[in-house]
């Protein structure tokens, strides 16, 4: 078997020797084994962290390439927080942010906003005291990762504060303005905060003293993987700007897996969304009075798992509250004795999503507008008592202005159904037949389209037959003679007659 023998280095260079029976010594393989030697040395100046000694040439006797410089990852606790939790770490972290400002940056992103190039801020798995918002710097940056351990508020955290707050800081450090005065004039001119900014990986405590999260006027900024409790106001804040995506996250008032003896008690809102354009996916929201409040245009809530207050006890999983305008996708979210509500809706959707414990929708007039609504493919799962699917509260007055509402194919147990679309049959011996469809139909007194069919056996010929009247949700079909007849109706509230 050959074995090998290395002698002190010369230079940069080890000299291995090969030996071994019947063989003689062959340039090729002794090269191999030259770099393989050379790599293994380099792997331990690597590890023990020291200086690399210059690299040797390559087999074209040009120099190597240069190392690539390194990361630019802040370790908060190099900056003095404490992740023990016992000491306010507050000044420690807002230096570690303004350092990840202070790096070099690109020009790659929105008009305005300066590229910070994926810099990354690790709390190294640590827990961290809190005592006033942790804000960056200066408006007008992106790139940037925030992630990897908790925050929790302390007992004089503002009570109007939110632990990460992503909005343009009133007031900028002297020696930040003395140093960056023209990046500064050039950030200015953005209509944004920030741009894509992460939150990651992080669990915040509010400790009942305010909000987790505010993102204010920010585009492409990602929350993921953040489980939030002990808010009073909002857990997740989001105000103008465009595209935040929460994903992944668990949010609760109160940390609980639900029958909390102190449900009828818990307030505040786990998730604000009065922006544009953002997406909630793979929530759960276990403890808050409202699950999600909406106030902005073109949303998308996919996934999202509400057991918060329940309804019966005044709380509601989503509130849509943007009368007249919308504009709201909510698919496959499971509603866990809650429901919905949706002021003057216009282009709502709600589809294969599922509502137990007697959940159900409301659509609710603020100015009696109901357009472009659709209620499908949903299942509802109630207790007997005979509570309605999908509800109006016309308290501040009734639906004026109902055009494409569609409720229909909601398959219903325990609970009483609702639809815009209904089928129905009388059968008598006589000349009227009167189906009733109140007991289905959502609006009251609103029939715009019927189709009916009239089968008789009688022997008296074929009668002449005609709708005569559709109002209360009554459909009235009356022929010319008597005779035995079995009439079939299928009516719909959708579609205004233009």
Known sequence: MPFFNE?????????????????????????????????????????????????????????????SPSPRVYHVTAFGADPTGKTDSTDAILEAMAAAFGGPTERFLMEGIANLGGARIDLQGGQYLISRPLRFPSAGAGNLLIHGGTLKASDDFPTDGYLIDLSSSSSTRKNQQNNKTSFNAQLSSSSFNYEYITLKDLMLDSNFRGGAISVINSLRTSIDNCYITHFTTTGIQVQQGHETYIRNSFLGQHITAGGDPGERNFTGTAIVLAGNDNAVTDVVIFSAAIGIMVSGQAN?????????????????????????????????????????????????????????????VVLKSV???????????????????GVEIVQLDESKGPFKEIDQVVVDRNNVKGMKMKATVAKGAAQGNGTSWTVDFNGVLLFPNLIRDVQYSLSTSGGNGFPSHVLRNSSENRVVIESNVAVPASVFVTVSQGVAIS
């Open 300 to 360: 998308t809530l996919t996934g999202v798992h509400c057991y918060n207050k329940a309804t019966g006890f005044g709380g509601t999983g989503i509130y849509l509250k943007l009368p007249g305008l919308t504009q709201t996708r909510i698919v496959n979210c499971y509603l866990d004795y809650n429901g919905i509500v949706a002021e003057d809706p216009v282009q709502l959707l709600i589809s294969n999503s599922f509502f137990l414990g007697d959940g159900y």
């Open 367 to 385: 100015n009696g507008v109901a357009i472009g609504v659709n209620i499908v493919d949903n299942m509802f799962s109630g207790s007997g008592k």
């Open 7 to 67: 002698v002190p280095e010369v230079g940069n260079l080890v000299k291995i020797q090969v030996k071994g029976e019947n063989h003689s010594p062959h340039p090729h393989r002794e090269y191999y084994h030259l770099r393989k030697m050379q790599a293994f040395k380099a792997s331990l100046i690597k590890k023990h962290g020291s200086s690399a000694s210059p690299s040797p040439q390559g087999e074209g006797g040009g120099p190597s390439p240069s190392p």
